[in-house]
């Protein structure tokens, strides 16, 4: 299994059991989210707790909740909101900072394809979402979340560059 390491702060961002589509020129992943049911699971073993006098789960909790598979399986954690001031000042840091971690084979393809990147993200930055890793260090990469027009479940965003391949 390969898992996807931020280059900014060592969090699991990802791994290959999400598959990934490039775009923006190879700059951006994009991977697809699912909500999925989280908890306890009712199972019917065909057993009647009225005639065995147990009706009650007897203190055992059986409440699901639905998560996001990407943030529960990696424990991101959502963050405010950008306007876009705010945003274009994190992301000129946070661009500079990843430049400076870039392998040197990569780097000139990052320089010439970024700013097409992140014009893309502004032109959707009231309909994202943002979140970073479980350390939730500052100056780490940040992975975006959006829902397509009509989809019910969010689609994620990363920046190709800020993850290192890791073997498990």
Not at 46 to 52: I, K, L, M
Not at 80 to 93: E, G, Y
Request: hydrophobic share 40%.
């Amino acid at each position: 299994m390969l898992v996807y390491q931020d280059l900014l702060s060592g969090d699991e961002l990802l791994s290959d059991s999400f598959p990934y589509k490039e775009i923006q020129n190879g700059i951006l992943w994009e991977v697809e989210g699912k909500w999925v049911v989280k908890g306890a699971v009712d199972v019917d073993i065909g057993a009647n707790p009225s005639a065995e006098g147990g009706e009650d789960d007897e203190g055992v909790s059986d409440e699901a909740i639905k998560v996001v598979d990407i943030v529960d399986t990696f424990r991101l954690q959502e963050q405010p909101s950008f306007d876009k001031k705010t945003f274009l000042a994190f992301i000129k840091k946070y661009i500079k900072n990843l430049t400076e971690v870039i392998p040197d084979d990569q780097k000139d393809h990052f320089k010439k394809n970024v700013e097409a990147a992140v014009k893309w993200l502004l032109g959707m930055l009231k309909d994202l979402q943002f979140f970073v890793g479980e350390s939730m260090k500052d100056d780490a990469s940040i992975v975006f979340a959006y829902y397509k027009d009509g989809a019910t479940d969010p689609t994620f965003l990363y920046f190709a560059h800020s993850l290192k391949e890791v073997k498990c």
